[in-house]
C-alpha cells in the first residue's frame, strides 16, 4: 500500500465542518428537549394514567424502543408523502429523534420518579412542609440525582446518533464531511478529523453536564 | 516495630483504633505494601516484591477478616475446599474429608451446602475460620474476628479460636475482647500510633503495665 | 395511498420476497450476534487488563482505555466510514460484510466492555484481597470469584446493549451490506410503496428486538438478588457513563 495522508485539504474546510458541528448540536438539542417533553407526560401517563392511556403509552415506548431510529425515519421521509404528508429531510429526522428520544426518556423519567421513597415524603411532612415546598425541596432534587447520569449520557448518545441525519442529506458534521470528501476524494482523513471532532464534542457535553449536575443537584458525575 | 514470635505462640495485639494493628497484618499478608523494616520466617528474610517469595510465605499463613469475606457464589464446603484443590493442587476426595471434619470442629457440620448469605454472621465466621483452617497454616492471623458480629453470636466464634488455641496453632489475633486476649494470649503486644508500646505477658500487660499509655489504654477498657 | 398498499400486498408478498427478507434479516442477526459475542471476549479481555494493578501495565491500560474512550464517542457511522475505506485502501478482496462485521466488533468491544468492568466493580474488593491472601492467581480470581458474582449485574444490561446493537446493525444498509434495513432500500427502489415497506421492515426488527428486550427485563428482575440488585441500580443509573443507555449510536 503507498497511501500518504494528506490532511491539508480537510483542514482548509474547518470552519465548515465546525459549523456543522453547531448543527448537530441543534439535531441533538431539539431531540432532547421535545424528547424530554414526551418523556415526561409519558412517564405521568404510565403512572397515572387509566388503562387505556398506560397502554397506549406502553405500545408507544416498546415499538420505538425495539425498532431503529434509522428505519422509523425512513418511513417517516418515503412513506409519509404517500399519504400527503411532505417533510423536509431536517424535520424527518428531528421528528424521528424526538419520538425515540421521547420514548427512552419516558422509561428514564418514571424510573426517576419511581424512585422517590416513601420515607423520604413523610419525613418531610413530619417537617412541616407545604406540597409546593416538599416538591422543590425533597421530590425534585432527589429525582434529578437518580436520572441526572442516565440522561446526561442520553445526550450524548443522541449527538453521536444525529449522524445519521447525513443519510438524509441534512448538512451536519457527518453530512458535511460527506459533502468534502466527494470533493476532495480525501475520506480517511476528512472523517478522521470529523471523529476527533465528535470526540471533542462528546467531552466538552461530558465536562459540561458534569459541571452543571455538581452545580445544581450535587451530582458526583464521573466524566470518564 | 520489633516482635519475634515463636512457633506455638498466641500473640495478641491490642491498641485503639487506628494504632496499626490491622494494618500490620495486612502488610504481613502482602494485601499492602511495607515501606519499611523486614519479615523474617524462620531466619529468612521475605522480599514482598517478589511473587514467588510472596506466594510461599502465603502459603505458610493464613488470615481470617473481620468480615469474614467467604466467597459469595460458593457454598459453604466449596470455600473451605477451594484453595486447597485448585491452588494445593490436593486431591478433592482428601481434602473434602478434611474440610468436614473442620466443619464439625467449628460446629457447621450440618451446613456443608448452605451459601454464605444464609447463614448467620457468627456461623460465616466460622466457615472462614474453616477455610483458613484447611489451608493447613504455620502461622494463623485473625483480624477483629469478632468486631462484625452480633453479642450473642461472639461467644460462638471465641470458643471456636480457644480450642485451636490450646492445639498449638500459632497465631496472631488482633481483638478488642479483652478478657479473650488475657485468657489465651502467652503474649499480649500493645500498640499506639504504629508503634510497638509495651509487649509483656496478659499478667504483665493487664496486672502491671509498665507503660503509662498502656495503663491508660487497659484502664478504660477493662472500666466497661 | 391505502389503495396502493391493497393493490401491490399480493405482488410483495409473495414466496421469493419472503424468503429474501428472511434472509436478510438472518444477516441482521448474524452481525448483532458474533458482534456481541466477539465484543464480549474482547470486551472481557480489556476489563480484565483494565482491573490489573501492576505498575508495568500501566501502558497497556492507557491503551485500552484510549481505546474505549474513543470508540464510545464516535458516531457508528463514521466509523462505518474509516474502517471501510481504510480496508479498501489496503485491500479490495474483503467483502462489505466482513468489513461491517469488524466495524461492529470494534464498536461492540468498547461498550461490553464497559459494561464488564461495571460487573467486576460491583463485586466487594474483599472478595479480592480474601482470594489474593489465599493465593489464587490473577486468572483464578478473576474466572473462580470475580466473574460468577459479577455476572448477575452483566447480563442484564449486556442484554439490553444487544437490543440496541440490533438496531444500530440498521446503519450498515448504507454500505451496501444486504440486512433488513437494505432490503427496504431495495423494494422501494423497485417501486413497492415505502408505506408497505418500510412497514414490514419495521416489523421484522420489532420481532428481532422485542423478545430480547423481555428476555432482558425478566433477567433483571430473576437475577435481582438483595445485594446485586443494588449493584444493577449502580450499573444503571449510577455515576459515570456505565448505564442502561448506552453512550453509542443510534440506528
Known amino acids: 500500500m503507498n497511501y500518504t495522508f494528506q490532511f491539508g485539504v480537510v483542514f482548509a474546510q474547518l470552519p465548515y465542518l465546525l459549523g456543522g458541528a453547531l448543527l448537530t448540536l441543534e439535531v441533538a438539542f431539539l431531540s432532547f428537549w421535545l424528547g424530554a417533553v414526551i418523556g415526561l407526560f409519558g412517564a405521568l401517563g404510565k403512572m397515572y394514567g387509566g388503562r387505556v392511556i398506560r397502554w397506549l403509552i406502553n405500545a408507544y415506548v416498546v415499538f420505538f424502543t425495539n425498532t431503529p431510529a434509522l428505519v422509523q425515519i425512513f418511513f417517516l421521509f418515503y412513506a409519509l408523502p404517500d399519504a400527503g404528508i411532505l417533510l423536509t429531510p431536517m424535520t424527518a429526522v428531528v421528528i424521528g429523534m424526538t419520538l425515540n428520544s421521547g420514548a427512552y426518556l419516558t422509561d428514564i423519567l418514571r424510573a426517576g420518579i419511581l424512585s422517590v421513597r416513601r420515607e423520604e415524603i413523610e419525613t418531610a411532612q413530619v417537617l412541616g412542609m407545604s406540597g409546593p415546598q416538599m416538591v422543590r425541596f425533597v421530590i425534585l432534587p432527589h429525582i434529578a440525582k437518580t436520572i441526572y447520569a442516565p440522561l446526561s449520557n442520553f445526550f450524548i448518545w443522541l449527538v453521536l446518533g444525529s449522524s445519521m441525519a447525513a443519510i438524509f442529506g441534512v448538512e451536519e458534521l457527518t453530512g458535511r464531511a460527506i459533502n468534502i470528501s466527494t470533493q476532495n476524494l480525501r475520506t480517511i482523513e476528512t472523517f478522521s478529523v470529523i471523529a476527533v471532532i465528535y470526540i471533542a464534542l462528546t467531552f466538552i457535553a461530558s465536562i459540561a453536564l458534569a459541571l452543571v449536575g455538581r452545580w445544581a443537584f450535587r451530582v458526583r458525575a464521573r466524566i470518564f | 516495630m520489633n516482635l519475634s514470635v515463636n512457633k506455638g505462640e498466641v500473640i495478641s495485639l491490642i491498641g485503639p483504633s487506628g494504632s496499626g494493628k490491622s494494618t500490620f497484618l495486612r502488610v504481613l499478608m502482602g494485601l499492602l505494601p511495607p515501606t519499611a523494616g523486614e519479615v523474617r520466617i524462620d531466619g529468612g528474610a521475605i522480599d514482598y516484591r517478589s511473587r514467588p517469595q510472596l506466594r510461599a510465605m502465603r502459603d505458610r499463613m493464613a488470615i481470617v477478616f473481620q468480615q469474614y469475606n467467604l466467597f459469595q457464589n460458593m457454598d459453604v464446603l466449596r470455600n473451605v475446599t477451594i484453595a486447597p484443590i485448585k491452588i494445593k493442587k490436593r486431591p478433592r476426595a482428601d481434602v473434602e474429608r478434611e474440610a468436614t471434619a473442620l466443619l464439625l470442629k467449628v460446629g457447621l457440620a450440618e451446613k456443608h451446602h448452605a451459601y454464605p448469605d444464609e447463614l448467620s454472621g457468627g456461623q460465616q465466621q466460622r466457615v472462614a475460620i474453616a477455610r483458613a483452617l484447611a489451608l493447613k497454616p504455620e502461622i494463623l492471623l485473625l483480624d477483629e474476628v469478632t468486631a462484625a458480629l452480633d453479642p450473642e453470636l461472639v461467644t460462638e466464634v471465641l470458643d471456636t479460636i480457644r480450642s485451636l488455641a490450646s492445639e498449638g496453632i500459632t497465631m496472631l489475633i488482633v481483638s478488642h475482647e479483652m478478657a479473650f486476649v488475657r485468657e489465651v494470649s502467652t503474649r499480649v503486644v500493645m500498640m499506639d500510633k504504629g508503634q510497638v508500646v509495651e509487649i509483656g505477658s496478659p499478667a504483665e500487660i493487664f496486672g502491671s503495665p509498665k507503660e503509662a499509655r498502656t495503663r491508660e489504654f487497659v484502664g478504660k477498657i477493662l472500666r466497661h | 395511498m391505502w389503495d396502493r398498499i391493497v393493490q401491490e400486498a399480493p405482488d410483495f408478498f409473495t414466496y421469493y420476497n419472503a424468503i429474501f427478507v428472511l434472509q436478510a434479516m438472518g444477516r441482521t442477526l448474524a452481525l448483532t450476534v458474533i458482534g456481541c459475542v466477539a465484543g464480549f471476549i474482547f470486551g472481557f479481555a480489556i476489563a480484565a487488563i483494565r482491573s490489573t494493578r501492576a505498575r508495568a501495565l500501566l501502558p497497556l491500560r492507557l491503551l485500552v482505555t484510549v481505546y474505549v474512550e474513543i470508540f464510545r464517542r464516535i458516531p457508528f457511522l463514521v466509523i462505518l466510514f474509516i474502517v471501510m475505506f481504510g480496508i479498501q485502501a489496503v485491500s479490495r478482496g474483503i467483502s462489505l460484510f ?111 428486538s422485542y423478545p430480547l428486550s423481555r428476555l432482558g427485563a425478566y433477567l433483571e428482575n430473576r437475577l435481582a438478588t438483595s445485594r446485586s440488585r443494588e449493584s444493577i441500580q449502580r450499573v444503571w443509573t449510577g455515576p459515570g457513563p456505565v448505564q442502561s443507555e448506552p453512550v453509542g449510536e443510534q440506528g
Request: proline share 5%.
Open chain 3, 98 to 208: 466482513a468489513i461491517a462485521l469488524i466495524s461492529i466488533c470494534m464498536v461492540s468491544t468498547a461498550f461490553m466492555s464497559e459494561i464488564i468492568r461495571a460487573g467486576m466493580e460491583s463485586v466487594p474488593k474483599m472478595q479480592r484481597e480474601a482470594a489474593e491472601a489465599m493465593n489464587f492467581g490473577f486468572m483464578r480470581t478473576l474466572l473462580l470469584v470475580i466473574l460468577p458474582q459479577a455476572w448477575k449485574v452483566i447480563l442484564p444490561p449486556g442484554f439490553a446493549f444487544m437490543v440496541m446493537f440490533i438496531k444500530d446493525t440498521a446503519l450498515v444498509s448504507q454500505m451496501g451490506v444486504v440486512e433488513l434495513a437494505f432490503t427496504g432500500k431495495m423494494f422501494v427502489g423497485r417501486g413497492f410503496s415505502p408505506f408497505l415497506v418500510y412497514g414490514t421492515v419495521l416489523a421484522g426488527y420489532f420481532v428481532m
